[in-house]
């Protein structure tokens, strides 16, 4: 069925608009859970379990079988490895010494490294002229944002590592969205990523074990909404939508998702800090502002360019709706 059918439109709306926004709320979730003293591994492995249990019994109360095949279930591993333990939890990582307002603005630069994949790799939808135009106007405004860090300008050592980590995370998260194109599944989607996520968090518990971090774990009322929103919100139903959108959607389009988290980070991360959810409201300075333009102007150009559609592989076979949240 075509994406210009009125029914297939309106879920892609919907999916853009949970990717876009309630992605762009995680950046300060996951600050809020961090200030509470959660220990990044495990907070990471308890928000992707919760959030895959989640999704297999919403997909079991729909009578969706679970079994998955070997195959499926290694591409799901591999995908969940690098999208979750390596993209998510850099996020995390990076977070201890920067805002997250920040790392938000830090991963814009997927859209370009997913475009340089389309452009290199077989049977993918490569980007027009004018949308790798749009890609390089947003990184442009990456370098506004990065380039006086490095240059000693602005920001601290500490704040350039956080900038390291989520730039290294960023292009473990491209890498599984290209793996999750390029090895399409057999498997009901939502079953398929509750198993990513179930193996994503199993691994970070370990980790967090390796690190000790269960000795260090304590969980406060704010500590416990952060995790609880994560989970639900942002993993189980705004997640969901990505990998939807992704098998579905030119995966350079998908990708502009990176330019509207950072204007909803910004955002939040101030009136955070007037509300008392953060210590002071996160403010970018000069650069920083000057970057957010550049990178929004990005998406205006990428989001019109048509994609020059390559040999695609079958789509795997979706739910007919996202899961719900828990009422209240």
Same mark, same amino acid.
């Given at each position: 069925?075509?994406?210009?059918?009125?029914?297939?439109?309106?879920?892609?709306?919907?999916?853009?608009?949970?990717?876009?926004?309630?992605?762009?709320?995680? *950046?300060?979730?996951?600050?809020?859970?961090?200030?509470?003293?959660?220990?990044?591994?495990?907070?990471?492995?308890?928000?992707?379990?919760?959030?895959?249990?989640?999704?297999?019994?919403?997909?079991?109360? #729909?009578?969706?079988?679970?079994?998955?095949?070997?195959?499926?279930?290694?591409?799901?591993?591999?995908?969940?490895?690098?999208?979750?333990?390596?993209?998510?939890?850099?996020?995390?990582?990076?977070?201890?010494?920067?805002?997250?307002?920040?790392?938000?603005?830090?991963?814009?630069?997927?859209?370009?490294?997913?475009?340089?994949?389309?452009?290199?790799?077989?049977?993918?939808?490569?980007?027009?002229?004018?949308?790798?135009?749009?890609?390089?106007?947003?990184?442009?405004?990456?370098?506004?944002?990065?380039?006086?860090?490095?240059?000693?300008?602005?920001?601290?050592?500490?704040?350039?590592?956080?900038?390291?980590?989520?730039?290294?995370?960023?292009?473990?998260?491209?890498?599984?969205?290209?793996?999750?194109?390029?090895?399409?599944?057999?498997?009901?989607?939502?079953?398929?990523?509750?198993?990513?996520?179930?193996?994503?968090? =199993?691994?970070?518990?370990?980790?967090?074990?390796?690190?000790?971090?269960?000795? #260090?774990?304590?969980?406060?009322?704010?500590?416990?909404?952060?995790?609880? *929103?994560?989970?639900?919100?942002?993993?189980?139903?705004?997640?969901?939508?990505?990998?939807?959108?992704?098998?579905?959607?030119?995966? =350079?389009?998908?990708?502009? *998702?990176?330019?509207?988290?950072?204007?909803?980070?910004? &955002?939040?991360? *101030?009136?955070?800090?007037?509300?008392?959810?953060?210590?002071?409201?996160?403010?970018?300075?000069?650069?920083?502002?000057?970057?957010?333009?550049?990178?929004?102007?990005?998406? &205006?150009?990428?989001? =019109?360019?048509?994609?020059?559609?390559? #040999?695609?592989?079958?789509?795997?076979?979706?739910?007919?709706?996202?899961?719900?949240?828990?009422?209240?």
């Amino acid at each position: 069925m075509s994406l210009s059918h009125p029914g297939l439109r309106a879920k892609t709306i919907l999916c853009f608009a949970l990717v876009y926004v309630v992605w762009g709320s995680t *950046y300060l979730g996951i600050k809020v859970g961090l200030n509470e003293g959660l220990p990044p591994a495990l907070f990471g492995a308890i928000r992707l379990l919760l959030a895959g249990g989640l999704l297999l019994a919403f997909a079991r109360l #729909r009578g969706t079988r679970l079994a998955i095949s070997r195959r499926d279930l290694s591409t799901s591993a591999i995908v969940g490895l690098c999208l979750l333990c390596g993209g998510m939890f850099s996020t995390l990582l990076s977070e201890r010494w920067i805002d997250s307002s920040l790392a938000a603005l830090v991963v814009a630069a997927a859209p370009l490294w997913m475009a340089l994949a389309e452009t290199v790799l077989p049977g993918m939808d490569r980007p027009s002229r004018r949308g790798v135009f749009g890609l390089v106007i947003g990184l442009a405004g990456l370098v506004l944002l990065i380039g006086p860090r490095i240059g000693g300008v602005s920001g601290t050592p500490q704040e350039l590592l956080g900038v390291a980590i989520q730039v290294v995370g960023t292009w473990l998260w491209v890498t599984g969205s290209v793996l999750s194109k390029k090895r399409p599944l057999t498997t009901d989607g939502t079953v398929a990523t509750g198993y990513e996520m179930i193996i994503a968090g =199993s691994v970070l518990a370990l980790v967090a074990a390796v690190l000790g971090e269960y000795g #260090r774990f304590t969980l406060t009322p704010a500590g416990a909404g952060a995790m609880l *929103y994560l989970a639900v919100f942002g993993s189980a139903v705004a997640f969901t939508a990505f990998m939807w959108l992704i098998r579905n959607v030119a995966a =350079s389009k998908v990708m502009t *998702y990176a330019y509207v988290n950072p204007v909803v980070a910004v &955002v939040l991360g *101030y009136v955070a800090g007037l509300v008392g959810l953060l210590a002071k409201p996160e403010v970018l300075d000069a650069w920083g502002l000057a970057g957010t333009v550049v990178i929004v102007a990005g998406i &205006v150009i990428t989001t =019109s360019a048509p994609a020059t559609r390559g #040999r695609r592989e079958p789509i795997a076979p979706e739910p007919d709706e996202l899961p719900e949240a828990p009422a209240g």
